[in-house]
């Protein structure tokens, strides 16, 4: 099937043309803390069919957002990651998210979250906070850590090595600081902010 176009000779237009559809930087959103396999990305994009996130992912690699590579034993399993091109879209997310937070409101009953999806809002809180360095953030059962440095601020899965500092957050909390409505000093009040 051929790609759809804007036909518009304008930069927004052809980056929308690689990755406005519809499920597209949300699948970026889910691979920018490192690979992940099919089966991963399919848990944490409720609502998307597998026949949607198949054609993504295959849109996405032959755009060069994100490349697949066979792993295990066999080789059987694919693990979808980032290229280069992929991870400089993580300024569009935080720009989104940034500008989406006042319209989160109150969870609806039908809102599926996942603790890593504050990520992109936590790790700018701290970024007001911290101007280099590493934090390991805890929400519940999820661990993921923050790298901020003079190139911005980037997101992993796991706690870091040797964290500068811990974040332990509720999700109640995590979204308080993702709508802005607590200050992450507020939040954690036991960090010892440099």
């Given at each position: 099937m051929p790609r759809r176009s804007y036909d518009h000779y304008c930069a927004a237009s052809r980056a929308l043309d690689v990755v406005g559809d519809r499920?597209?930087?949300?699948?970026?959103?889910e691979l920018c803390p490192g690979p992940r396999r099919y089966s991963d990305l399919f848990a944490d994009l409720p609502g998307i069919s597998t026949d949607v996130l198949a054609a993504r992912l295959k849109d996405l690699e032959r755009d060069g957002i994100l490349t697949r590579q066979r792993v295990g034993p066999r080789a059987t399993t694919a693990v979808y990651e980032l290229t280069p091109a992929g991870a400089a879209l993580r300024p569009v997310l935080e720009a989104l998210s940034d500008w989406g937070a006042g319209?989160?409101?109150k969870r609806r009953p039908t809102d599926a979250v996942r603790a890593h999806w504050f990520a992109l809002p936590i790790g700018r809180a701290v970024a007001q906070r911290l101007t280099a360095g590493t934090v390991t953030v805890h929400i519940g059962e999820t661990v993921f850590h923050l790298v901020v440095d003079d190139t911005g601020i980037t997101h992993h899965d796991g706690p870091a090595a040797a964290p500068d500092l811990e974040l332990r957050l509720d999700l109640t909390t995590a979204t308080a600081v993702a709508t802005g409505s607590r200050s992450l000093a507020e939040a954690a009040p036991e960090v010892s902010w440099p």
């Open positions: 499920w597209s930087l949300l699948v970026v959103r319209l989160l409101g």
